[in-house]
């Protein structure tokens, strides 16, 4: 099973910006579609970008033209670069990797906490 560790969190005031990382334990992005998530309190879990093998990006609509997801193949890493830092994006951010072909094995990181405050 592959795993993730995600770093980068941490506490910015609003309109600011952070950059998670997600390092993955082997080279798994050709046969992975990697996602962020998050999850605030009391909130459901929420999918905020996602990038496929072919490295095609999609957003939320909460997120879009804030938030850019990359990845660095010699690096095995993923990045969320989170842009004009809103209170609302208070959350923890997990990375997923999700298998693209049967049976689509899924892993998942640990989570880094965001915290968006004056």
């Known amino acids: 099973q592959v795993q993730l560790v995600e770093s980068g969190g941490g506490l910015v005031q609003p309109r600011g910006s952070l950059r998670l990382s997600c390092a993955a334990s082997g080279s798994i992005f050709s046969d992975n579609v990697m996602n962020w998530y998050r999850q605030a309190p009391g909130n459901q879990r929420e999918l905020v970008a996602t990038?496929?093998?072919?490295?095609?990006?999609n957003y939320a609509s909460s997120v879009r033209g804030r938030f850019t997801v990359s990845r660095d193949t010699a690096k095995n890493t993923v990045y969320l670069q989170m842009n004009s830092l809103k209170p609302e994006d208070t959350a923890v951010y997990l990375c997923n990797a999700r298998g693209s072909r049967y049976p689509y094995q899924e892993s998942w990181g640990q989570g880094t906490q965001v915290t968006v405050s004056p």
């Open positions: 990038l496929t093998p072919g490295n095609s990006a």
